[in-house]
């Protein structure tokens, strides 16, 4: 792998950009790894970086079905922040924040990491009072969090409407300034290449179809491109993860909804920072190129289909004209949709379960973006060491059982 | 949006029903000699299929009836709706996996065009 | 006779007219109205011989005289009558199913009522529900629940010579709607100084 | 004003007698009603009307219509510009001003076209490899990034056009108005269907208004011209009332179960003045068809070669359709660049109207010898198995070379370039329909394949390619859909055809012209600028699948999507390693079909109308009372009634005051309400609610705690008992509706042995509350035989029917304040009579009307719960240290069993507690965090819980809060710290929540 540096590109542009080489190998399966990841999304991809970079297994492979950060890492609006009001959560996300800092670095691959800031809104005085308590959660967590008034809410985002008279009127908001956004699709290649230097294949167009197990322990994995001989297996395929966790008998806390995203056209810089609003489902940044990037709420029905209904996106807009009313003339450009795996405390599985090498990382929902490397970190520690770490211990399913739940849809309704 | 037939109104929009999760998941009678994991199946674990799905909806803007229905959750096909209490009605139809005769289990993205036999299916 | 005690949800709102009568709203205060619920088939004669008016079937409407039973769903009707007969009504419905499931509620004050007409009405309603609004689809004599805009309301078409429509709609949604109606009817002439929802709501 | 230069004298939809001025840029220019901008520009002579999103490229008017990838312009200007509107597709009107986008200083000077000189170094994949520097310099480059990024700029105020949803159903909805759509549309109306025929441009026609109206290359319809066959056919639709024909309407979005969005631009073809203000700008039209026909045409595509962006270069069709559909001729002198036979009419039609034609150059060995021949006839230079090797001209093409298969150079000059690479069936709508398509290697193209809804498609959309098959096939599957949709097909006749030109048959695809000339851009898409080279660096560097080629590249990812460029960006991404284009397959088509404004997506219901804010039957008496509101749930509630001078604090410690003393009076009409029937329903009862239900007297009342099935705090209400068979539940304000829907759901799907009937009231009565030592003056000021009601007489927690004025009310007496209280319920028709009467005799006691604050703040004086307040979706009834209300005698309900797991047993979960501040005057902040020490360690602190309800009480001279502590109950009399921003953490001893017991205890002992 060549380094990449504004050298390289200067060299490379100098002789007709011919001297690039494949950003990663494009393997066929070998008959055995010590470990297989099913999924090649952020979170797939990081776990096997971490995996052969911190704990040394470099004979594993990320097995994916189609193209890598093709599932919700391809298709999710990118909102990154930490100021979640467990500590739980917040100990993840912000180990997952810390990593971003400094992940282009690591990965020498620009994620053009934004650090734009995120603001909460609160529409009414129930609202105001549950972010009041996340920022002073995140403050003792050591999460950086404040609380602003509409009059500093209109300094930091001049657009938002933040007049009194309208049906949900902004009277407060938090704001994360490490929070922001980033470019999903170079942090899976990112991911991709560095996992592939360090030795890993990653194994594209090969669908897993069934988990060989004997004696409720795992042996190895069919797919569409042959068996493959392996002891563990590490599920992290979002949407699908009840699929996978069903080949061998699991069942999990988890239900797959469609959830949407949209795009503007490209516009010259409007929208300084990421807004979000529970009440409206409202999720909007704007992205480097210049489309608005706008998020909305999920369908209420289960679904596999990648797609979801218009009327949801004809209430999102309603809502975005109501925060943004300059935004009405702009058009939509694109609508989408991804299929997230939601649990009921909105909180995400990172997890042995009682089939020996099978472990399960999912349900992360509308929200696990901003998770990728936390996530991957402390699943690859599970992997290799068959055993939680501190960070990923809450996040069992052992929680479902006890009822000691992370119930983060109390603070947050959709946690983007 | 889907059109739905609510066992009493007919079809209608969409709009006018809510999604009430899977169906056929009875309240146990006996919960006091449930284990804490027995319980917990209940409560939270779900088959979420791939594939045909009986769920319920609710006709929230109509006669406020419950009733279930059969949908396939790979193409988001309708296959029969019924009452509550009413058995699933046998699909003994192929199961018509997703739009494009893809098998249920794999992405529908790979499935936009119609591939040539060598391209392997 | 009527009593002046009482205000309608719409009483502030005048009623709209296009000028050669394409598009109509209007409220109709204080109708009597009861929720009834039984069972179709054990309660039906009960209720035939209560109201002079058998249960009707599913979105149907039977009526007679001033009473109209309005069907919501498989055990639950909507008993529409003159202002002030609901007690009556309930009287005699009580007693004819006393000994039988049932119940039977006042709902006179929930619901008021805003008849739609003109030869615009059908177009006008279509721009805030999804039923089907065509004549082949929805008769005279027909009834439907369903979403207008953000509200759900019971949309009915009696049998009458001339199509007016009523929309039974719940008190606090009913100035939502009937300004939602009257931007409808803009096309067909309601005049631009249209009201606004919520005018009315903050100082 | 100018004259137009390329404004031919005659053909073509526009109307001459009539010129209209528009600006381009600060610079006017005259065109004709009919025109589109681009039509007009053309007619001017204009081209560059852009400049390309990264190198910042002249970019001019490449198609007619929607599939024009980069001639973006900004149309008006303030808060109704419309940035990234195409110029193709605008309409003119007279007075129209369009401005140049992306650009500085101007369009023909623009500073950032520097972008264009390092470009080498500025290829796919740049960002990624470089400024990731130091961990957070990309916010150093970011900002530069940003401010060259993107095109149009946003409006810069408040949009004040309306929009409009509608809905419709139909039996069959046509797409696309041209000979297919037609003829499917006149064989559906014969059919007796109801019939939607939907047509994006202003003008039903399609490429039958592309085709000369005279001369030796008119062809006929029925012996018609074809204008004179449209207007017949528009016709017969017209005069039948089952058919709805809507002009200007694209289809922009295929979702499920035949669920389509229409979208129809009302009035943005009319100037200002012209536009009717009861219409709105724009239309969604949801329609819901039994069957769809697709009949939207193809598309013609471009061709990858050298200098391909020049403006004046131009799709072949387009160049067809300026001339005949706007008469307007796109240059003087004109090369044609082709690989089909289609192109060459545009050729010869282009002379025929006064071009000089520099070239016809096909990159086919052997065309149609008819074509050859017709060229020489002509005297039209034909280059066989020609490619292009470079095209020359600053802001508008001037030249073109072209290279033989030897490597044989030649040079021509050209004004304008048309150029066509074959068609493309239009297959969007198609795909979003999830239909699967087909490669069709005589197309060289997708074509609709296996469909999966009821959807038909017919004419240049289903690859027919000649405009006999597109007649017929109209006619055919529009005779199809009706009676798919149940109705007797009916076929119209298909028309005689005479004199019919070429057709783009016999194509030979080329993706892209390779010549020996290298080191220049080869455009596959004009709007992102994405050239070959980068598409085959990014197969080079392992981004083989081609969604990751269009994510590395960006192409097809602009506003046009790439309509004309994606199949050559197929072509070129399977060609470098080795595929086929089926094997690799196509990016998704996703919706809309193009860009779709947000206005017109939200349609109506924006502003007030956004979602409805329901109020109580008392709320003008608020408004005039000034009061101030607070929004619960849907609810719009008084909070506070300040008096002239007064603040909002002020006024709740009045309020609050008052309803100790004296009395106080609540709207309370917002409780939800439910009336419960049936011989089962305590039965019912016992089992949703914690407590036991089976011996409340009629006459009796009972607060009650709901669970869900997870043990959590759900709701809670005060239930009462009418008779042995009829209850009246109250719930939350704001739980109202999903408490009926949870206890529907119980009823019908657990428990539908049981005989018990909801039905909910909520909004049947207003409810009047009176709350202090005075409240029961106030009752027999107005009651009718009030000594009944006497609270000897009439015990807490009961209820009596009694009568004000005559008018029934029902009595309840119950209290959310700790107070002698009466609720008084009446229909809510008399509410805001009651409430004024009570005003009225209530004002020799002083009575004070107190909002949603003051009672907030009466409730934690008692120690009542808010739910949802003090609960969190995360609390039990143990937590809430409530355990009197939890049954252990009766048998199962909800929430029962989950009560007794693990972690719900734990004896330090978080409690229910009170707080009292060392200092009596500090008021919490509500959400404030809890530790155990004095000091702040630092971060991660270990957090005890929070403070949920904080306030200032009157009556007790001191600030009280509740909160939930781990082990609360445990710590009562100990103390806890609450942490502050930036302060030393105060200290505050923990208590029990009623604040009034605790001192009144402490007064008494
Ligand atoms: C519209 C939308 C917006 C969102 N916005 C945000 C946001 O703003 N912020 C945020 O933090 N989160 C957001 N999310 C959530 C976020 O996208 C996900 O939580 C996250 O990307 C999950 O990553 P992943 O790697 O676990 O899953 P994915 O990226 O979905 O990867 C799973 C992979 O598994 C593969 N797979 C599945 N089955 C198999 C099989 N049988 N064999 C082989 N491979 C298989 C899939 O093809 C897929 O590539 C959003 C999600 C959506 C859909
Ligand atoms: N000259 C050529 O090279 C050439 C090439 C191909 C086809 N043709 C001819 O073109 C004609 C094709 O006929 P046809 O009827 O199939 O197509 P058409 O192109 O004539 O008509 C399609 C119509 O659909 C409309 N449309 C497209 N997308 C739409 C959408 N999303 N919503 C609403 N309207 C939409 C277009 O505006 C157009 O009017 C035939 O006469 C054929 O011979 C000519
Ligand atoms: C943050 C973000 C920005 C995007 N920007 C664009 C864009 O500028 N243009 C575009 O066509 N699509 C854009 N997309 C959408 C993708 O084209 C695509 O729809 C999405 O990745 C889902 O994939 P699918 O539509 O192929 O299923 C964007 C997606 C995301 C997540
Ligand atoms: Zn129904």
Same mark, same amino acid.
């Given at each position: 792998m060549g380094n990449y540096s504004l050298f390289s590109i200067v060299r490379e542009g100098l002789r007709g950009n011919t001297g690039w080489t494949p950003a990663w190998r494009d393997p066929d399966p070998k008959p055995s790894y010590d470990a297989v990841i099913i999924g090649g999304g952020g979170h797939g991809l990081a776990t096997a970086y971490y995996l052969a970079k911190?704990?040394?297994?470099?004979?594993i492979a990320v097995v994916e079905k189609?193209?890598?950060?093709?599932?919700n890492s391809g298709r999710n609006t990118t909102i990154i922040r930490?100021?979640?009001?467990y500590d739980a959560s917040a100990a993840i996300y912000e180990h997952a924040l810390k990593l971003w800092e400094g992940l282009s670095q690591e990965l020498n691959?620009?994620?053009?990491?934004?650090?734009r800031g995120v603001l909460n809104l609160a529409h009414d005085d129930n609202e105001a009072r549950q972010l009041k308590r996340r920022v002073e959660a995140n403050r003792l967590n050591g999460v950086d969090a404040e609380y602003l008034g509409p009059k500093e809410i209109k300094e930091f985002c001049?657009?938002?409407?933040?007049?009194?008279?309208?049906?949900?009127?902004?009277?407060g908001a938090t704001l994360q300034r490490r929070g922001g956004t980033n470019r999903h699709d170079a942090v899976c290649w990112g991911y991709a290449r560095a996992a592939d230097a360090l030795g890993v294949d990653i194994i594209q167009n090969c669908e897993v179809t069934e988990i060989l197990t004997e004696r409720g322990q795992v042996t190895g994995l069919r797919t569409s491109r042959g068996d493959i001989r392996t002891e563990k297996v590490a599920s992290?395929?979002?949407?699908?993860t009840s699929v996978i966790a069903g080949m061998v008998g699991v069942r999990l806390p988890i239900e797959s909804h469609p959830l949407q995203a949209l795009v503007s056209e490209p516009l010259k810089p409007v929208n300084p920072c990421v807004v979000m609003s529970n009440a409206v489902h409202v999720y909007c940044s704007q992205s480097d190129k210049g489309e608005l990037v706008i998020g909305a709420g999920i369908d209420g029905h289960t679904s596999y289909t990648q797609r979801g209904s218009l009327d949801i996106i004809e209430h999102q807009m309603a809502a975005i004209v109501e925060l943004?009313?300059?935004?009405?003339?702009?058009?939509?450009m694109r609508q989408w949709g991804g299929i997230v795996d939601v649990c009921p405390d909105a909180s995400p599985i990172i997890s042995k379960t009682e089939i020996g090498g099978f472990y399960v990382n999912g349900g992360?929902?509308?929200?696990?973006w901003k998770a990728t490397p936390g996530s991957g970190h402390a699943f690859a520690d599970l992997v290799a060491n068959d055993a939680p770490n501190a960070i990923a211990a809450?996040?069992?399913?052992e929680r479902f059982v006890t009822g000691?739940?992370?119930?983060e849809h109390g603070a947050a309704a959709v946690a983007h | 949006m889907f059109v739905i037939t609510?066992?009493?109104?007919?079809e209608r929009d969409q709009s006018e029903f809510a999604h009430a999760g899977e169906a056929h998941i009875s309240r146990p009678?006996?919960?006091?000699?449930?284990?804490d994991a027995e319980w917990a199946e209940f409560l939270f674990m779900r088959d979420?299929?791939?594939?045909i799905h009986a769920e319920r909806w609710i006709h929230a803007a109509g006669c406020r009836r419950f009733f279930n229905a059969l949908r396939n959750?790979?193409? !988001?096909?309708?296959l029969a709706f019924y009452r509550i209490g009413e058995k699933p009605?046998?699909? +003994? !139809?192929?199961?018509?996996?997703t739009p494009c005769g893809?098998?249920?289990?794999?992405?529908? +993205?790979?499935?936009?065009v119609e591939r040539p036999p060598e391209a392997g299916r | 006779m009527a009593d002046d005690r009482r205000r309608s949800p719409l009483a502030h709102r005048r009623p709209l007219e296009a000028d050669g009568g394409a598009f109509g709203l209007a409220e109709r205060p204080l109708l009597a109205k009861l929720i009834l619920r039984a069972d179709?088939?054990?309660g039906g004669a009960a209720v035939e011989k209560a109201l002079g008016v058998s249960l009707p079937g599913a979105s149907k409407i039977a009526a007679s005289g001033d009473v109209s039973l309005l069907w919501l769903g498989p055990d639950e009707w909507m008993v529409v009558g003159a202002p002030e007969a609901e007690g009556d009504l309930a009287g005699r419905l009580e007693e004819a199913l006393s000994g039988m499931p049932h119940q039977v509620v006042r709902v006179s004050d929930y619901y008021t009522t805003i008849a739609i007409s003109g030869t615009g009405a059908r177009a006008a309603l279509a721009k805030l529900t999804?039923?089907?609004?065509?004549p082949v689809a929805f008769k005279a004599g027909e009834v439907r629940g369903s979403n207008f805009a953000k509200a759900v309301a019971v949309l009915a078409l009696p049998e009458s010579d001339e199509e007016v429509f009523d929309l039974h709609i719940r008190a606090t949604m009913a100035d939502y709607l009937w300004c939602l109606l009257t931007r409808s009817g803009r096309e067909f002439g309601?005049?631009?100084?249209v009201p606004r929802s919520g005018e009315r709501l903050v100082v | 004003m100018t004259s137009q230069p390329f404004r031919l004298n005659e053909g073509g939809?526009?109307?001459?007698?009539r010129e209209i001025s528009f600006s381009f840029d600060g610079k006017s220019y005259a065109g004709h009603p009919g025109d589109t901008l681009a039509s007009a520009l053309i007619a001017n002579g204009v081209h560059m009307v852009a400049r390309s999103f990264k190198y910042h490229r002249p970019r001019g008017i490449?198609?007619?219509?929607?599939?024009?990838?980069a001639g973006l312009v900004q149309i008006?200007?303030?808060?109704t510009a419309d940035p990234n509107t195409r110029a193709t597709e605008q309409e003119l009107w007279d007075g129209l001003q369009a401005h140049a986008q992306n650009c500085w200083p101007s369009l023909k000077h623009?500073?950032?076209?520097?972008n264009d000189i390092v470009?080498?170094?500025?290829?796919?994949?740049f960002y990624y490899k470089?400024?990731?520097?130091?961990?957070?310099n990309w916010m150093t480059f970011e900002p530069i990034v940003r401010f060259a990024a993107g095109i149009g700029k946003t409006p810069?105020?408040?949009?004040?056009d309306a929009y409009e949803t509608i809905n419709r159903h139909c039996d069959v909805l046509i797409v696309g108005a041209g000979p297919a759509g037609l003829m499917a549309a006149l064989s559906a109306a014969r059919s007796g269907a109801r019939v939607i025929l939907a047509e994006e441009?202003?003008?039903?026609?399609g490429q039958l208004l592309?085709?000369?109206?005279?001369?030796?290359g008119a062809i006929t319809i029925d012996d018609k011209t074809p204008r004179d066959w449209i207007a017949g056919a528009l016709a017969e639709l017209a005069s039948n009332d089952r058919v709805t024909v809507l002009p200007r309407?694209?289809?922009?979005g295929y979702y499920a179960d035949n669920f389509v969005a229409l979208w129809e631009?009302?009035?943005?073809?009319?100037?200002p003045k012209d536009?009717?203000?009861?219409?709105?700008?724009q239309r969604l039209w949801r329609i819901r068809a039994k069957e769809v026909v697709l009949a939207t045409g193809a598309v013609e595509r471009s061709l990858v070669f050298?200098?391909?962006?020049?403006?004046?270069?131009?799709?072949a069709s387009a160049a067809r359709t300026y001339l005949h559909?706007?008469?307007?001729?796109?240059?003087?002198c004109a090369a044609v660049i082709a690989n089909?036979?289609?192109a060459w009419q545009t050729a010869f039609d282009l002379q025929a109207a006064?071009?000089?034609?520099s070239v016809i150059s096909?990159?086919?060995?052997?065309?149609d010898d008819a074509l050859v021949n017709k060229a020489a006839e002509r005297d039209i230079p034909v280059r066989l198995a020609h490619q292009v090797a470079s095209t020359g001209g600053r802001h508008r093409v001037k030249e073109i070379t072209i290279e033989s298969e030897t490597g044989n150079i030649e040079g021509f000059d050209a004004d304008l370039v048309a150029i066509s690479g074959g068609w493309m069936p239009n297959v969007a709508l198609f795909s979003q329909s999830r239909g699967q398509l087909r490669y069709d290697d005589d197309l060289a193209a997708f074509r609709p394949g296996w469909?999966?809804?009821?959807t038909h498609v017919c004419g240049s959309a289903d690859g027919a390619m000649t405009m006999a098959e597109c007649f017929s096939g109209g006619a055919r599957v529009g005779a199809w859909a009706a009676e798919a949709a149940g109705c007797t097909a009916n076929a119209a006749p298909v028309p005689e055809l005479a004199n019919v030109g070429p057709e783009p048959t016999g194509i030979s695809p080329i993706w892209q012209m390779v010549t020996?000339?290298?080191?220049k851009k080869a455009f596959v898409d004009l709007q992102d600028d994405v050239k070959a080279s980068d598409l085959e660096l990014a197969v080079r560097e392992g981004y083989r699948s081609v969604e990751h080629a269009k994510r590395y590249t960006?192409?097809?990812?602009?506003n046009d999507q790439g309509k004309i460029s994606n199949l050559n960006a197929f072509g070129i991404i399977s060609g470098a390693q080795g595929k086929s284009l089926p094997e690799l397959g196509t990016t998704t088509f996703r919706q809309p079909w193009k860009p779709v404004t947000f206005g017109a997506i939200a349609g109506?219901?924006?502003?007030?109308?956004?979602e409805p804010r329901r109020t109580t039957p008392m709320h003008d008496w608020h408004v005039r009372a000034e009061a101030i509101f607070e929004p619960v749930g849907d609810w719009l509630r008084a909070r506070a009634y300040p008096r002239p001078g007064e603040t909002f604090e002020d006024a709740v410690q009045r309020e609050v005051k008052a309803a100790r003393t004296d009395v106080a009076v609540l709207d309370a009409s917002t409780l939800g309400k439910i009336d419960i029937r049936g011989k089962d329903a305590r039965t019912f009862l016992n089992r949703i609610?914690?407590?036991?239900?089976?011996?409340?007297?009629?006459g009796r009342c009972r607060y009650g705690l709901m669970l869900g099935e997870d043990a959590m705090v759900f709701d809670d209400g005060v239930t009462s008992c009418i008779a042995d068979d009829h209850f009246h539940m109250t719930t939350t304000t704001g739980g109202a509706a999903r408490v009926l829907t949870w206890l529907e759901d119980y009823l019908q799907t657990?428990?539908?042995?049981?005989d018990v009937f909801l039905t909910t009231v909520t909004e049947e009565t207003a409810v009047v509350s009176l709350s202090g030592p005075k409240s029961y003056d106030v009752v027999k000021a107005i009651c009718d035989d009030a000594g009944d009601l006497a609270p000897d007489d009439f015990p807490f927690m009961s209820w009596k029917d009694a009568a004000i004025d005559g008018v029934a009310c029902r009595v309840f007496r119950i209290s959310f304040t700790g107070e002698l209280s009466y609720e008084i319920n009446v229909p809510a028709s008399y509410g805001l009579w009651l409430w004024e009467k009570v005003m009225e005799a209530g004002a020799p006691f002083g009575i004070t009307p107190y909002g949603t604050e003051g009672m907030h703040l009466l409730r934690a004086e008692k120690g009542f719960i808010i739910v949802g307040q003090?609960?969190?979706?995360?609390?039990t009834p143990f937590d809430l240290r409530?355990?009197?209300?939890?049954?252990?005698?009766?048998g199962d309900f909800v929430g029962k069993r989950s009560l007794y797991r693990s972690d719900t047993v734990r004896t330090n979960r978080k409690q229910l507690v009170g707080l009292l501040t060392e200092d009596p005057a500090t008021v919490l902040m509500e959400g404030a965090q809890i530790i155990a020490t004095p000091d702040e360690p630092a971060p991660p602190v270990p957090m005890l819980g929070y403070v949920t309800s904080s306030y200032f009480s009157p009556n007790l001279g001191r600030s009280i809060a509740m909160a939930l502590v781990e082990s609360g109950g445990a710590r009562i009399g100990e103390t806890v710290y609450i942490s502050r921003k930036g302060a030393k953490p105060l200290a505050a001893t923990v208590t029990e929540t009623d604040f009034l017991a605790h001192f009144a205890e402490k007064a008494d002992g």
């Open positions: 911190i704990h040394g297994m470099k004979n189609g193209w890598i950060g093709g599932g930490s100021n979640y009001l691959y620009n994620i053009m990491m934004s650090h001049p657009i938002l409407n933040t007049s009194p008279d309208i049906r949900y009127p902004v009277i992290v395929t979002a949407g699908h943004f009313p300059i935004f009405s003339r702009l058009r939509m992360w929902g509308t929200g696990g809450p996040f069992t399913l000691d739940l992370v119930a | 609510c066992p009493y109104c007919g009678r006996e919960s006091e000699t449930m284990t979420n299929t791939k594939g959750t790979a193409t !988001d096909r309708f009605p046998e699909i +003994d !139809d192929v199961v018509p996996a893809e098998a249920v289990g794999s992405g529908n +993205d790979a499935v936009k | 179709a088939e054990t999804t039923l089907d609004l065509d309601i005049a631009q100084d | 939809s526009i109307d001459r007698s490449v198609g007619a219509g929607a599939e024009d990838p008006g200007s303030g808060a623009d500073l950032y076209a520097a470009s080498r170094f500025y290829s796919a994949g470089t400024f990731m520097g130091p961990p957070g810069d105020g408040p949009d004040p441009t202003a003008e039903a026609g592309s085709l000369p109206e005279s001369g030796d309407t694209s289809a922009i631009k009302v009035s943005d073809h009319l100037a536009r009717n203000p009861l219409l709105p700008r050298h200098e391909n962006d020049r403006p004046g270069i131009m799709l559909r706007y008469g307007a001729l796109g240059g003087h089909n036979d289609a006064g071009a000089t034609i096909d990159s086919r060995h052997q065309p469909h999966w809804q009821r020996t000339e290298g080191g960006t192409v097809g990812m602009g109506q219901f924006v502003g007030a109308d956004f609610y914690t407590n036991a239900w089976s011996k409340l007297a009629p657990e428990w539908p042995d049981l003090d609960t969190d979706g995360t609390i409530m355990d009197w209300i939890v049954s252990q005698k009766k």
